[in-house]
């Protein structure tokens, strides 16, 4: 029998695994000697029902059918019997994929959606860097039906994300990183979500992780990864039960989500001062994601839309990544803000509570679920990134509008 860890017990290298709790008992076996841990996610019937670890580091082989008998009493989320599946056909959906001198990761992402259990979209690649040809080159390549590449030289995610919207000619939107594959029930999944009864604006779904082989992986893993204070069960998420400001809703990843189109009419689109590209870093689609739940909107988090992540491999990248997550929170406030001053007042009351807590990460007081040897550095690029983002984002737009 193996024997079940933590998440924060998690070290290099891991094997991620996906394992069906549905299916017949496999007599498979697989070579694990290569790894020290084992991420699990356990599905009944495509849906997370479980995310388990363990340690394999004196295993060579694990046979399977053993692994499904020690997590049997895992009892998953049954399948919503609200969802009205013979209804999700009527949602027409554009995929997009806005990209920036990436081949190789491209490609593995479209081929993904080649693989899609619902061929029933379309396909938009944002190129955010044509001078390279590169990203074209990989569009004709791989020549998928009901795709278009459109070259878009401002540089900046918000902006390839803007002119992705601009070319949709569908009702519904979804967007993928090219960092990411999505798992071949994706397109169904985010269907099955617009038909949900709760009418979303917005249906997000769960960012997995694709690969766990080195630190930096299994350090942002242990962080929560993606999908940090999500769980799996499906929930409907609107005002008054959730503040749109802080802390920022169980919402969402930008890599894994999707909009009724009609909205952006509504809340307008990403707001260019934020995201990859610029000074910001990140944060545009939690700007978008609040001013949908202000005005009233319902966003569905939906863990059976799956996609698969790979983490960033060297530390440097994360402590990068650590600082930009930061910077984006404060950016987006005061993008909040720029948009809608009264907001100013509630984020005043807010804003102790905020730099208290990351100034008590960095000074070591990390949650129980981190292990004692997680890098207080990592949390000294966030305070950085806290401190600098409102000052990154008026920088943004003075530079921008002049």
């Given at each position: 029998m193996l024997v079940e860890i933590s998440r924060g017990e998690l070290r290099a290298p891991a094997k991620v695994l996906d394992l069906e709790l549905a299916a017949p008992t496999s007599e498979e076996s697989i070579d694990v000697s290569a790894y020290r841990c084992l991420w699990v996610l356990l599905r009944r019937e495509g849906i997370p029902a479980g995310n388990l670890f363990f340690d394999v580091e004196n295993v060579l082989r694990l046979e399977l059918h053993e692994l499904l008998k020690q997590v049997e009493p895992v009892r998953g989320n049954d399948r919503p019997t609200d969802q009205p599946i013979e209804a999700a056909s009527f949602h027409q959906i554009t995929v997009v994929v806005c990209t920036r001198n990436r081949p190789d990761s491209l490609r593995r992402t479209l081929r993904s959606l080649q693989s899609q259990t619902d061929s029933d979209f379309d396909l938009l690649v944002?190129?955010?860097?044509?001078?390279?040809?590169?990203?074209?080159?990989?569009?004709?390549?791989?020549?998928?039906?009901?795709?278009?590449?459109?070259?878009?030289?401002?540089?900046?995610?918000?902006?390839?994300?803007?002119?992705?919207?601009?070319?949709?000619?569908?009702?519904?939107?979804?967007?993928?990183?090219?960092?990411?594959?999505?798992?071949?029930?994706?397109?169904?999944?985010?269907?099955?979500g617009f038909s949900h009864p709760s009418k979303p604006a917005a249906v997000c779904g769960l960012m997995l992780p694709a690969e766990l082989e080195t630190e930096a992986q299994i350090r942002?893993?242990?962080?929560?990864?993606?999908?940090?204070?999500?769980?799996?069960?499906?929930?409907?998420?609107?005002?008054?039960?959730?503040?749109?400001?802080?802390?920022?809703?169980?919402?969402?990843?930008?890599?894994?989500?999707?909009?009724?189109?009609?909205?952006?009419?509504?809340?307008?689109?990403?707001?260019?001062?934020?995201?990859?590209?610029?000074?910001?870093?990140?944060?545009?689609?939690?700007?978008?994601?609040?001013?949908?739940?202000?005005?009233?909107?319902?966003?569905?988090?939906?863990?059976?839309?799956?996609?698969?992540?790979?983490?960033?491999?060297?530390?440097?990248?994360?402590?990068?990544?650590?600082?930009?997550?930061?910077?984006?929170?404060?950016?987006?406030?005061?993008?909040?803000?720029?948009?809608?001053?009264?907001?100013?007042?509630?984020?005043?009351?807010?804003?102790?509570?905020?730099?208290?807590?990351?100034?008590?990460?960095?000074?070591?007081?990390?949650?129980?679920?981190?292990?004692?040897?997680?890098?207080?550095?990592?949390?000294?690029?966030?305070?950085?990134?806290?401190?600098?983002g409102a000052f990154a984002y008026m920088y943004e737009t003075l530079r921008r509008e002049t």
């Open positions: 944002i190129d955010n860097g044509p001078e390279s040809k590169s990203t074209a080159k990989v569009f004709d390549d791989l020549q998928m039906p009901r795709s278009r590449y459109v070259a878009e030289t401002r540089r900046g995610l918000s902006i390839a994300r803007n002119t992705g919207l601009d070319n949709v000619l569908t009702n519904r939107v979804a967007w993928i990183d090219d960092d990411e594959v999505a798992d071949e029930n994706w397109i169904k999944s985010l269907k099955l942002f893993e242990q962080y929560g990864g993606f999908n940090k204070g999500r769980g799996l069960a499906y929930e409907v998420i609107s005002i008054p039960s959730t503040i749109p400001l802080y802390p920022l809703p169980a919402v969402g990843s930008g890599g894994n989500m999707a909009f009724r189109m009609d909205v952006f009419s509504k809340v307008g689109h990403f707001d260019r001062h934020l995201g990859a590209g610029t000074r910001t870093h990140g944060g545009e689609e939690t700007k978008l994601f609040a001013s949908l739940l202000s005005s009233g909107e319902v966003i569905l988090h939906w863990p059976s839309a799956i996609t698969w992540h790979f983490h960033r491999q060297e530390m440097s990248e994360l402590h990068h990544q650590f600082y930009g997550y930061s910077a984006g929170l404060t950016a987006f406030w005061a993008s909040m803000v720029r948009s809608e001053p009264s907001v100013l007042w509630e984020l005043l009351k807010l804003m102790p509570r905020a730099f208290t807590e990351y100034r008590q990460k960095g000074e070591g007081a990390t949650s129980e679920e981190l292990p004692l040897d997680f890098p207080k550095s990592l949390f000294k690029s966030s305070q950085k990134g806290l401190a600098g």
